[in-house]
């Protein structure tokens, strides 16, 4: 088989994915007619599944738009998005006291890295698709009339040597100022967004968030407030690259199985020198903790409830048995496509990616062998809100 590593030809992006990102919000919301406009996120949302999150004081302040002297009202918007490899994430949200609560939401699958990982460019169709998504949530933020917002674009933008001429692209239609984070910081955001879920001990913790064109990995251990990151790594193996470079596993079983069989092996390559870091702290036993934030992770807690349609309170905040989060990604990559499209909370966009998720997951647990994993809907976007309220607070 071809080289695994995905094409990497843009040096600006790669430069980028080693320099430090601790920016919490360098764009304000502006209409289109203005050149230099905006960024945009997503919210947090509560452990309980309702729509508010305590948000707290994390991050560097960011001052206001101009003519606003002190803190935000408590009307005033505040937006996040998250511009991913597959996804196209919009939340908008209200302070509420310490609080704050949702008032828009957009999301749209896109899938802006298809093809990339054979020929390293954005494909005409794929920006296509992410501008037209982009111009709804423009849309969105103008009649929301937004305070303060951040939108962030992640590895398909870092990677694709037209990276650049895609942002300017969007800035140009929509208005929207996307910020091409590295994988440093989109790894913070994500533990930002989603720690409050995680298992109470004291023991090591592991966040991880399984994105469309790559996969970080978190290591931390506990504080009274935000965890302390220990050590990270972020892998280009998300479920559009890995898809893309691999194959989709179709065939007869045994086609599937060997094809499955050759997606676990890439990905715990790519996790070898992280893995061998961290040995210590995986042998602790059943004291270490595991929290995980993607689609892939939602998807299979879905049916391990056996739910007939996803439903973000029973699954957010759920602590499943490792045992059975195998036990069905063993079971899915075995299926033939249209046998996981029949199955409910996959469906047909999900069936072709969710396969490669599962060979990340129990990569994941290969070098993590918690007990149980914690699953989280929320991440990237709940962790870019939960910084621009703080710093306005």
Request: hydrophobic share 35%; with cysteine.
């Amino acid at each position: 088989m071809a080289d695994m590593s995905p094409p990497d030809n843009n040096r600006r992006a790669a430069r980028r994915r080693g320099k430090r990102s601790g920016k919490v919000a360098d764009f304000r919301y502006k209409r289109p007619s203005q050149p230099d406009s905006s960024a945009s996120g997503e919210q947090p949302k509560r452990r309980d599944g309702k729509t508010s999150e305590t948000a707290r004081p994390e991050g560097p302040a960011v001052g206001a738009l101009p003519g606003h002297r002190h803190g935000p009202h408590p009307r005033q918007a505040y937006a996040a998005l998250d511009l991913g490899t597959n996804n196209c994430r919009l939340l908008i949200a209200r302070p509420s006291g310490e609080n704050f609560t949702v008032i828009d939401a957009f999301s749209r699958v896109v899938r802006l890295g298809e093809g990339l990982a054979t020929n390293g460019r954005l494909s005409d169709e794929a920006m296509d698709r992410a501008v037209g998504a982009l111009g709804v949530c423009a849309d969105k933020l103008r009649r929301r009339n937004v305070f303060l917002a951040r939108s962030v674009a992640t590895e398909a933008c870092r990677r694709a040597s037209n990276g650049e001429e895609f942002i300017e692209r969007v800035r140009r239609e929509t208005g929207i100022a996307l910020d091409i984070i590295s994988a440093q910081e989109e790894a913070r955001l994500a533990v930002l967004g989603c720690h409050v879920l995680l298992e109470s001990g004291t023991g090591p913790a592991l966040i991880f968030d399984i994105g469309g064109g790559s996969t970080e990995l978190v290591l931390v251990e506990q504080t009274q407030t935000v965890p302390e990151i220990v050590d990270w790594v972020s892998v280009p193996w998300g479920v559009v690259s890995l898809t893309d470079t691999v194959g989709r596993v179709e065939g007869d079983e045994a086609a599937r199985n060997d094809r499955y069989a050759e997606m676990r092996r890439v990905v715990l390559e790519s996790f070898a020198p992280f893995a061998e870091r961290i040995t210590d702290y995986a042998q602790q036993g059943a004291e270490i903790r595991l929290l995980g934030t993607s689609g892939t992770v939602t998807t299979l807690a879905s049916l391990h409830l056996e739910l007939p349609h996803y439903d973000r309170r029973a699954v957010d905040g759920l602590i499943v048995e490792s045992k059975s989060m195998r036990e069905i990604s063993a079971r899915l990559s075995t299926m033939s496509r249209d046998d996981r499209s029949a199955l409910p909370c996959i469906g047909p966009d999900r069936s072709e990616l969710v396969v490669a998720g599962c060979a990340i997951l129990e990569s994941i647990l290969d070098i993590w062998s918690a007990d149980r994993l914690g699953v989280a809907d929320r991440g990237i976007r709940e962790g870019i809100l939960r910084s621009l309220m703080a710093s306005n607070a």
